[in-house]
Every structure is written in structure tokens, then in C-alpha cells.
């Protein structure tokens, strides 16, 4: 949709009828963006900023950890790769501590009217102060910051993925994807004494369809991952419009691509005709290191759960909408199938 929902969700079991038509809990939403300040086209993507908060200028500050309160929810901190990594040199704004839900209140959208919304869920802070309201509906909860992107046409950037380095906010740097196949750089902080300034670095197209995935390396940081059409392509360094690795065309169009995240030159990438590709690059750069016909239909999705230091394996779990959280390292892999499937690439 076009509007920005915040739910606050205490039960997410899945019921089974007898007809074996999945039955899934109606929960309301608690807070809804005002429609005049939201988007004007439909959000393609979120993404959390964890240990940080943005002002109206756009400039980042470090959270204080006893004003998130419990909006953030923890379970979507792994949305955000390599968010944990405080200690890492070069951490410059990312506590210690992060990935503990009260230190997580601000995320960004971004979609194809050409804007970047960065949104705080603090919504009682909206209040006046002494001001009071009948329910949550009577909130005007609308954006912190607003960031127009421009394409090469100079038209509104039809944005459908972005990414930041998250260990380096506070330079205000990220990269964004469109629909067109177009790659752009940005800065989202406000130049001073400017109103409308272009946040617009470089923009180019290197893909010939959308990009399907935008993500940086969990261990490296400055290498970016897109995904787009029949090819993923490595960059360390967008603006140069060079990348360091282009992959061969594929023979199936890609919809999802995911990082491993233990194995730095592992790739996890789906297809429309619900196949997946893992390349491991150090093994092999010509084709995937192993193909899995995992289902019948296009994978819309990949992401990883958390992982606990007992795990020992792997599993691929494939469900109609949502994945119930294990202690386990699982990708979980969305499509129109439920499926499990057993998988340990290093073997």
C-alpha cells in the first residue's frame, strides 16, 4: 500500500480448516501514516535503521536507548546485515549494544514516486505536550524526513530497493534501485540553508529490468550486491559504474537474492520459475555451485533468521506468506508452496 502500518503483534499462530486452507489471525493495525504524507505510489521497500534517529534535516544521532521504548520489534533487526557489528573499526555511529528491540525506532522506505521516507514509530512523541486523544486514530503520524530522487530523465526515480552501510549512517550515503534497471547514489542529509537541494549523487543503468535486490556485504561493507533481470553484478564502488563482478546471464529472470551470512562469498539468488541458484565464488564464478528445484512457481523472497551458536544445519523453509521463527540458522524462503528442504552447501 501506499501508507505506512505499525502493528503490534502478540499471537501469529497459523490454523488449519478442514479443507486445508490456511486460516491466518486478523490483527489490526495500532498506528496509520497520515495519507497526505505518505507515499503516492506503492512502498517497494523498508528497511530498519537500528541504533540511530534521524532529524528533519536529516542528520543521524546515536538513540538514546531509553526513549525507543518497545515499538521497535526485535524480530526485525535481522532485516539490516551486519547491524550488530558496533566494535567493527569504523563504527561510527552504531552503539554497542544494538540488536536489543527498545534501540530500534526509525526506518526508511522508499517506492516508485520518487521519495525516501525515513519514519520514527515513537508515535506518542508527535504529541504536544499536555495534549490528549481519544485512541491511537487520532495521531497525525507522517514522515521525519523526506528525501526526491531524480532519474537520468530527470523524472521521479522509480524506486523499488535501497540499501545503506550500517556502519556508516552518519555520512548519510545510500544506494537505491528503480524499476527501470537504474542504480543511484544519495546523500540523505540536508545541506544547510537549502529547501529543495538535489540529493542525487550518480545514476545510471546497468540492469535491463528492476532490480530485484540491493544488499552490501555482511562482512565486507563497501560491496554491493544488485540483482536485476538475468544477472546479479559486485561493486565496490557504485559511482565508478564499473563493477567487479558481472555475472552470465542466467536462463530464468531472478526474483531474490540473499547474502550468506557466514560464508562471505556465498550467494543465495531465486528465479521466476521457482528455482535456486547458490554461487559460491570461491569455488567457482561461471555458473551457480548448485541449482534446487525448489517449487513451481516464482520465489518472491529469501532472508535469514538469526542464528544460535548450537545450530549445525541449514533448512530451506517454503510457506504461502510468513515463516515462524526457530533458534535455528533458516533461510526462510517465501513463495506459493510450503516446502522443506534439507541444504548444506558446503558439502
Known amino acids: 500500500g501506499f501508507q505506512m502500518y505499525m502493528h503490534l503483534v502478540h499471537c501469529n499462530r497459523l490454523t488449519l480448516c478442514p479443507a486445508n486452507c490456511a486460516l491466518l489471525m486478523c490483527?489490526?493495525?495500532?498506528?496509520?501514516?497520515?495519507?497526505?504524507?505518505?507515499?503516492?505510489?506503492v512502498v517497494?521497500?523498508?528497511?530498519?535503521?537500528?541504533?540511530i534517529e534521524i532529524d528533519k534535516?536529516?542528520?543521524?544521532?546515536?538513540?538514546?536507548?531509553?526513549?525507543?521504548?518497545?515499538?521497535?520489534?526485535?524480530a526485525l533487526f535481522a532485516s539490516l546485515n551486519g547491524a550488530a557489528a558496533s566494535k567493527t573499526a569504523g563504527a561510527a555511529v552504531v552503539p554497542?549494544?544494538?540488536?536489543?528491540?527498545?534501540?530500534?525506532?526509525?526506518?526508511?522506505?522508499?517506492?516508485?514516486?520518487?521519495?525516501v521516507m525515513f519514519w520514527d514509530v515513537r508515535v506518542d512523541k508527535l504529541l504536544k505536550k499536555g495534549n490528549k486523544r481519544m485512541d491511537d486514530g487520532d495521531l497525525l503520524w507522517k514522515p521525519i524526513h523526506v528525501v526526491h530522487l531524480l532519474s537520468m530523465a530527470g523524472n521521479?526515480?522509480?524506486g523499488c530497493r535501497f540499501s545503506f552501510d550500517p556502519l556508516r549512517f552518519d555520512t548519510g550515503n545510500f544506494t537505491a534501485g528503480s524499476m527501470d534497471g537504474e542504480?543511484?547514489?544519495?546523500?540523505?542529509?540536508?545541506?544547510?540553508?537549502?529547501?529543495?537541494?538535489?540529493?542525487?549523487?550518480?545514476?545510471?543503468?546497468?540492469?535491463?529490468?528492476?532490480?530485484?535486490?540491493?544488499?552490501?556485504s555482511p562482512f565486507l561493507h563497501d560491496v554491493l550486491l544488485s540483482v536485476g533481470d538475468w544477472t546479479f553484478r559486485l561493486w565496490q564502488g557504485v559511482e565508478s559504474r564499473t563493477p567487479m563482478f558481472t555475472s552470465p546471464y542466467a536462463d530464468e529472470a531472478y526474483t531474490a537474492a540473499a547474502w550468506s551470512p557466514s560464508r562471505p562469498g556465498l550467494l543465495f539468488l531465486a528465479t521466476a520459475a521457482g528455482s535456486l541458484h547458490i554461487w559460491?565464488?570461491?569455488?567457482?564464478?561461471?555458473?551457480?555451485?548448485?541449482?534446487?528445484?525448489?517449487?513451481?512457481?516464482?520465489?518472491?523472497?529469501?532472508?535469514?533468521?538469526?542464528?544460535?551458536?548450537?545450530?549445525?544445519?541449514?533448512?530451506?523453509?517454503m510457506k504461502h506468506a510468513s515463516v515462524q521463527p526457530s533458534h535455528a540458522a533458516q533461510?526462510?524462503?517465501?513463495?506459493?508452496?510450503?516446502?522443506?528442504?534439507?541444504?548444506?552447501p558446503a558439502d
Open 27 to 41: 490483527v489490526s493495525f495500532r498506528y496509520l501514516s497520515s495519507i497526505e504524507f505518505s507515499h503516492t505510489s
Open 96 to 115: 554497542t549494544g544494538v540488536g536489543t528491540a527498545k534501540e530500534c525506532c526509525s526506518f526508511a522506505s522508499i517506492a516508485g514516486d520518487g521519495k
Open 57 to 74: 534535516a536529516g542528520r543521524v544521532s546515536v538513540i538514546r536507548a531509553e526513549s525507543a521504548g518497545p515499538a521497535g520489534p526485535q
Open 280 to 317: 559460491d565464488l570461491l569455488d567457482r564464478s561461471h555458473e551457480p555451485s548448485l541449482r534446487i528445484n525448489a517449487a513451481s512457481s516464482a520465489i518472491t523472497s529469501i532472508s535469514f533468521s538469526i542464528a544460535s551458536s548450537s545450530s549445525s544445519s541449514s533448512h530451506w523453509h
Open 183 to 216: 542504480l543511484l547514489t544519495g546523500n540523505f542529509i540536508r545541506p544547510p540553508g537549502e529547501d529543495n537541494p538535489d540529493y542525487t549523487h550518480c545514476v545510471f543503468a546497468p540492469h535491463a529490468g528492476p532490480l530485484v535486490a540491493l544488499a552490501a
Open 156 to 158: 521521479d526515480f522509480a
Open 331 to 344: 533461510p526462510a524462503v517465501t513463495n506459493s508452496e510450503h516446502q522443506q528442504l534439507s541444504n548444506d
Open 44 to 51: 517497494s521497500d523498508i528497511t530498519w535503521l537500528p541504533g
